[in-house]
C-alpha cells in the first residue's frame, strides 16, 4: 500500500506552506476499518500498514492535536536548534509543535532549526514522519532512528550540543515500556549535552493522578533534583545499554517548569502537560 502523503508530498500537492496538524488530518484521514480502535490497539500499536496511519488520524487525529491547545507562556531562547521527537508516529506532534510554537521576534523556525531526530519503532510511521519533516525544513538534517525507546543505546543519545534542544515526548510515556526501562537516568542522558533543553511532555487520559504515572515520576523528580542546585559537581553518567562511557561532569538546573491538567469541551476528556526547561552547563 503506497503512502498517500507521502505521494502528496512527491507530486507538489502538499507543500511545507499548506502541511499543518489540522490539514493533515482534515485531508489524509480515511476509515479503512470497520472497527478502528481495535484495527490501531487503541492507538497505541506498532503499526505495519499505511491504511493504520490514515485511519489513525480519523480515529485518534483529533484528539492528538488537542492535546497541544493548551500551551505553556514562555520565551523561547535563540539559537541553533534540534527537535527530538521520541515516538514520534507519523509527524503529528513534530506539525504540532512547528506550528503552535513561535518565536518572539521576527524570526522563524527556518532561521534556528538545524536538526530533526525522529524515533519511533513502526517502519511506515518513520517514513511518513521524515517526509514531513524534510518538507516543512529543507536546509535541516533529519535523522531518523528505527528502535523503540528502550532500544536506544548512547551513540543513538549522542546528540551536537546546540544551544536549544527540544525533547517532545507525545502520548508515549502512557504507554507500557519495559520494565528494564529507567526514565529518570534517560532524562538525565538526553539533557547531559551542555546547552538548553526544553521537555514537552503530553499524555492523554490521566485517570489517577499518582505516582506510578510517568509524566507525574518525571515531573516530581526534576521538581527535587534540579530546581535548587544542592551538588555543583553532580556526576552523570550515561547509563544505557551500551557501557557506560566516561562520567561527563554536568551541572543542570531547572530555570522553568509546569504541569497542566486540563479538559477539552468536545468530550470531556483530561490531558495531563509537563514542561521543563533544563540548562545543561
Ligand atoms: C499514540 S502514538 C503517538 C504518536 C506521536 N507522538 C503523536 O503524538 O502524534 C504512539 C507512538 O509510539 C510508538 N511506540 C509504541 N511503543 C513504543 C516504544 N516502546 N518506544 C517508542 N515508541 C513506541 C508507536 O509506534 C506510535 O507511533
Request: hydrophobic letters at 35%; aromatic letters at 10%.
Amino acid at each position: 500500500m503506497t503512502d498517500k502523503v507521502i505521494e502528496a508530498i512527491n507530486s507538489g500537492t502538499l507543500t511545507a506552506d499548506n502541511l499543518t496538524h489540522e490539514t493533515l488530518r482534515e485531508k489524509y484521514k480515511r476509515q479503512p476499518y470497520e472497527y478502528g480502535p481495535e484495527a490501531l490497539s487503541r492507538g497505541r500499536g506498532i503499526f505495519d500498514d499505511t491504511d493504520q496511519l490514515d485511519q489513525y488520524l480519523y480515529s485518534y487525529g483529533k484528539m492528538g492535536n488537542e492535546q497541544w491547545e493548551k500551551q505553556f507562556e514562555f520565551s523561547m531562547i535563540d539559537g541553533d536548534t534540534t527537535i527530538i521527537d521520541y515516538g514520534c508516529g507519523q509527524g503529528l506532534s513534530f506539525l504540532n509543535l512547528v506550528c503552535r510554537w513561535s518565536h518572539d521576534d521576527d524570526k522563524t523556525w527556518q532561521d534556528y532549526l538545524k536538526s530533526v531526530i525522529l524515533i519511533e519503532p513502526s517502519q511506515i510511521a518513520l517514513n511518513r514522519a521524515q517526509a514531513i519533516a524534510q518538507l516543512k525544513f529543507p536546509d535541516a538534517t533529519i535523522r531518523t532512528i528505527h528502535k523503540k525507546l528502550e532500544e536506544l543505546d548512547n551513540d543513538d543519545l549522542s546528540f551536537d550540543a546546540n544551544k536549544v534542544t527540544i525533547h517532545i515526548f507525545s502520548q508515549i510515556l502512557d504507554i507500557p515500556l519495559t520494565d528494564n526501562f529507567n526514565l529518570v537516568e534517560f532524562f538525565e542522558t538526553i539533557t547531559s549535552t551542555i546547552g538548553t533543553h526544553y521537555i514537552h511532555v503530553v499524555s492523554h487520559e490521566v485517570d489517577e493522578m499518582n505516582d506510578q504515572q510517568n509524566i507525574l515520576k518525571l515531573y516530581k523528580y526534576i521538581v527535587n533534583k534540579h530546581v535548587h542546585v544542592d551538588d555543583p559537581t553532580d556526576e552523570i553518567c550515561l547509563v544505557l545499554k551500551t557501557d557506560p562511557k566516561e562520567p561527563r561532569k554536568v551541572r543542570k538546573i531547572a530555570t522553568h517548569m509546569a504541569l497542566n491538567t486540563f479538559k477539552t469541551q468536545r468530550n470531556n476528556k483530561s490531558y495531563t502537560a509537563m514542561f521543563a526547561c533544563i540548562t545543561t552547563y
